[in-house]
């Protein structure tokens, strides 16, 4: 089964699982939601990373789920990624896990034979491995919300801003006292070994104490020797003790100050600017779909990517494939108002909804007022990241018409450009705020 994709499809090219049948579940619209259940956040099976960052709930009592989510790859991926996969693929690096069982989270598990609820602290049993038989499906997380006596935060040590696996992420929760003393604390790493780790010793010793700077130092040094880190390409095992240890320190620091949502912006940039199609007719094989606001049909795409689906059927070369994994950005597309990679899209799920490339940015001869600013700032080289660069700054200027340069930045944070120092596309970006053409560009469905 695949809804947002961006796991399954780099593993089916690069051989590493191999099927001949994906069951597409995106409409599946009952499982899409995150709302608030009496004294939990119920997060549903086909939730996206967006789906948490749009939520006041999840930010406000589950924090360190919200600053995961806002972690995760780039905009691009928030769009589709959810967090049933991240927690399904297992991987001790993916951002949402820790703050989950930090969290104290449970997942529900549903197939033919009947539903059940398990614990997060059960449901990973080693390395990309659960507790999920083959015939269930992960169809809801919940979350206990936290109480205003509870403060919670998400950090992650990543090599880039962006599109970066952790070297280290760590989610931690404390619950004060009114005299600031601690009544419990839980710490969860992740990247230290074959599962997400708590550290049961520095979490006991914390019970009761005050934070101050010297109770947070030894707690710190406790928690760094409970590890025993792996060492891969990102980091030593040395260096991830050590990274531990600080993390732990400006964990506890910020949540003793009340300063963990130091730094959030009070806006995300979503990449997302909320168009939906109607509905999609029964897929016999044939895609339908409308494409630059004209109605195409795709013969023989069935068993594609949408990149290679747009280029090969549609004709539309625009969309460059620079990794084949999500990792540059060359390839974004909007799909029914949200900026996707297109390499880790299955070409089928563009069936019924409407996609806007490159080439339909443009309205006929008049540029679209991003284009027109990259060649007024010279804000282009080579060229081939430029699409998937415009298509990305395009949608991040309809969200935000008045752009800070740090929105500007996340907008095509997902995107990477092997010429320039990107000074002047952002200058072409930010030449573009308030023009009044942004905010209602983008072609319309026909």
């Known amino acids: 089964m695949v809804s947002g994709g961006t796991d399954v499809l780099v593993e089916l090219q690069r051989g590493i699982k191999l099927t001949q049948t994906l069951i597409d579940i995106t409409a599946l619209d009952a499982l899409k939601y995150v709302r608030r259940e009496g004294d939990e956040i119920a997060i549903g099976g086909l939730a996206t990373h967006n789906d948490v960052l749009a939520s006041r709930d999840a930010r406000d009592r589950a924090l360190s789920l919200y600053q995961a989510c806002a972690e995760v790859g780039a905009p691009q991926i928030r769009t589709r990624g959810t967090l049933a996969g991240n927690l399904v693929t297992a991987s001790p690096a993916n951002d949402t896990i820790a703050p989950l069982v930090a969290l104290g989270a449970s997942v529900v598990l549903r197939s033919e034979r009947g539903e059940r609820t398990v614990d997060i602290a059960e449901f990973f049993t080693g390395f990309r491995t659960t507790v999920m038989a083959p015939d269930e499906l992960l169809v809801e997380i919940r979350v206990r919300a936290t109480r205003p006596d509870e403060r919670s935060i998400f950090l992650k040590l990543g090599l880039r801003r962006a599109q970066a696996i952790s070297v280290i992420a760590l989610a931690a929760g404390v619950a004060l006292e009114s005299d600031g003393r601690v009544q419990c604390a839980r ?65 506890l620091e910020r949540m003793r100050d009340g300063k963990q949502a130091e730094n959030l912006p009070r806006e995300p940039v979503l990449l997302d600017t909320g168009e939906r199609s109607a509905g999609a007719p029964a897929f016999a094989g044939t895609i339908d779909a409308t494409i630059n606001g004209q109605p195409r049909q795709l013969e023989g795409a069935a068993t594609k990517t949408l990149l290679n689906a747009l280029r090969e059927n549609a004709g539309l070369t625009g969309a460059k494939e620079g990794c084949a994994e999500g990792e540059c950005g060359a390839c974004t597309v909007w799909i029914d108002g949200a900026a996707v990679m297109s390499c880790l899209v299955p070409a089928p799920q563009i069936h019924g909804k409407s996609v806007t490339t490159i080439e339909g940015l443009a309205e006929g001869e008049h540029l679209h007022p991003l284009q027109q600013a990259y060649i007024d700032n010279a804000a282009v080289q080579c060229g081939f990241c430029i699409p998937g660069m415009l298509m990305a700054g395009a949608k991040g200027l309809q969200e935000f018409p008045s752009a800070t340069l740090e929105q500007h930045q996340q907008a095509i944070s997902g995107n990477l450009c092997r010429c320039t120092g990107y000074r002047k ?22």
């Not at 550290?199 to 020797?225: H, Q, R």
């Open 187 to 251: 710490i969860a790493i992740g990247c230290v070994a074959p599962t997400i780790v708590r550290v049961p010793e520095a979490e006991a010793f914390l019970a009761g104490k005050k934070l101050d700077d010297a109770t947070i130092a030894l707690a710190a040094t406790i928690a760094s020797g409970e590890v025993r880190p792996i060492a891969d390409v990102r980091g030593s095992a040395e260096y991830r003790k050590e990274t531990v240890a600080v993390y732990v320190i400006e964990a």
């Open 425 to 446: 596309i952002l200058d072409a970006m930010i030449s573009c705020n308030d023009t009044a053409a942004v905010a209602r560009a983008g072609r319309p469905k026909a």
